[in-house]
T-cell receptor
Framework: QKEVEQNSGPLSVPEGAIASLNCTYS??????FFWYRQYSGKSPELIMS????GDKEDGRFTAQLNKASQYVSLLIRDSQPSDSATYLC?????????????FGKGTKLSVIP | EAQVTQNPRYLITVTGKKLTVTCSQN?????MSWYRQDPGLGLRQIYY???????DKGDVPEGYKVSRKEKRNFPLILESPSPNQTSLYFC??????????????FGPGTRLTVL
């Protein structure tokens, strides 16, 4: 059974702080992991992908993957009000599920000026 | 401009009246997909297509049909819509659908209300 779990939030952080978003997944065979940002009423847009254990940094964003513990996280440094959105975690399985992404329900982030 | 387009963007209809939501991409992508997004349920895949004439069910295919006669188009068909199909629908595409190396791009969404 494919499950991707996220806290729904809302997660509120002050401007300039670090926002930490977490995601756990149930299938140990999962190989590819993605973070999408979705503004209210808009379509999801990819902000980070990560495939191997450890950290991956891109500007103010850092994705962290721990396959042994089956979690992936997203850190947003120096949070800005424009980061206020819902963040979706998505997971891809190998084999028969390799052409599908399973999404979590999303965590709503509010950055307070 | 590289993009995924959907039409219509908003649609209000009545139960049982057949409708089609179109999706088109101009990036020569092989893989296309339809999702629905509902509050509390997240984004769920309806159908996907790995290439022309190749389609497969996603997690919630009941009540929907798709076709892929051309590479750029992937219409979603609701032959007899019901109120439980009221949702926000997204079309998406990627080069190959192999997400170990690929990025998926989403269309702007279609908000469907079935009365």
């Amino acid at each position: 059974q494919k499950e991707v779990e996220q806290n729904s939030g809302p997660l509120s952080v002050p401007e300039g702080a670090i926002a930490s978003l977490n995601c756990t997944y149930s299938d140990r065979g999962s190989q590819s992991f993605f973070w999408y940002r979705q503004y209210s009423g808009k379509s999801p847009e990819l902000i980070m992908s990560i495939y191997s254990n450890g950290d991956k940094e891109d500007g103010r964003f850092t994705a962290q993957l721990n396959k042994a513990s089956q979690y992936v996280s997203l850190l947003i440094r120096d949070s800005q009000p424009s980061d206020s959105a819902t963040y979706l975690c998505a997971v891809n399985l190998p084999g028969a599920g390799s052409y599908q992404l399973t999404f979590g329900k999303g965590t709503k982030l509010s950055v307070i000026p | 401009e590289a993009q995924v387009t959907q039409n219509p963007r908003y649609l209000i209809t009545v139960t049982g009246k057949k409708l089609t939501v179109t999706c088109s991409q101009n990036m020569n992508h092989e893989y296309m997909s339809w999702y629905r997004q509902d509050p509390g349920l997240g984004l769920r895949q309806i159908y996907y297509s790995m290439n022309v004439e190749v389609t497969d069910k996603g997690d919630v295919p009941e009540g929907y049909k798709v076709s892929r006669k051309e590479k750029r188009n992937f219409p979603l068909i609701l032959e007899s819509p019901s109120p439980n199909q009221t949702s926000l629908y997204f079309c998406a595409s990627s080069f190959t659908g192999r997400f170990s190396t690929d990025t998926q791009y989403f269309g702007p969404g279609t908000r469907l209300t079935v009365l």
